[in-house]
């Protein structure tokens, strides 16, 4: 299912065929750790591809490698490739697919499906789209900057421990952000 961006919006998508440019883009997470700090973590190699046809109708589609995890601790990057969480030798992609794409006054809701560990859930993610613009090299490139919050729980990321005193040391909630700049290709 795809959704038609308005035409009358100054931030309306030219048809075309919109690829990453993975240089200038990055995908990250932050979860509340033992209740009183945020840890973030980010990958490394990520795709992502928005087709957007002559009638305005968007379809965005991406991946991220699970196993270009980044954070400090080595230690700890083993213990998130692990299958306690993502499991990266039995499911080295993370993936995503719109189901609709529609603007909210100034922000960009898209609406999709995410699977991790080969549990598939909805998810929407809020944000901007800035562009198009003529960049140098005369590439016309749009950004598109996304937020979602799901459970980690509900795709198979459930390893937690209990906190001396209570609580737990990791939340369920994790934020997910994107930060995409896409290039239209030729004609």
Do not use: C, Y
């Not at 697919?97 to 998810?123: A, F, N, Q």
């Amino acid at each position: 299912m795809t959704t038609t961006l308005p035409s009358s919006s100054t931030l309306a998508i030219p048809a075309g065929t919109w690829r990453l440019d993975p240089t200038h883009s990055s995908a990250g997470f932050s979860v509340k750790h033992m209740a009183v700090a945020t840890f973030r973590g980010s990958f490394e190699r990520l795709d992502a591809l928005l087709d957007v046809g002559d009638d305005g109708n968007a379809r965005l589609t991406g991946s991220i490698n699970a196993d270009s995890l980044l954070v400090k601790d080595e230690n700890l990057k083993a213990h998130l490739r692990s299958p306690e969480f993502f499991d990266t030798e039995r499911f080295p992609e993370v993936k995503f697919v719109s189901t609709s794409i529609r603007r909210d006054g100034d922000e960009v809701v898209i609406d999709g499906e995410l699977t991790i560990k080969d549990h598939t859930h909805p998810v929407q993610a809020r944000g901007t789209i800035t562009g198009p613009a003529v960049t140098l090299g005369d590439a016309e490139k749009i950004g598109l900057s996304l937020e979602a919050v799901v459970d980690r729980t509900e795709f198979g990321l459930e390893w937690n421990a209990p906190l001396p005193k209570g609580g737990v040391a990791l939340a369920d909630d994790v934020k997910l952000n994107v930060e995409l700049e896409l290039a239209r290709e030729a004609v």
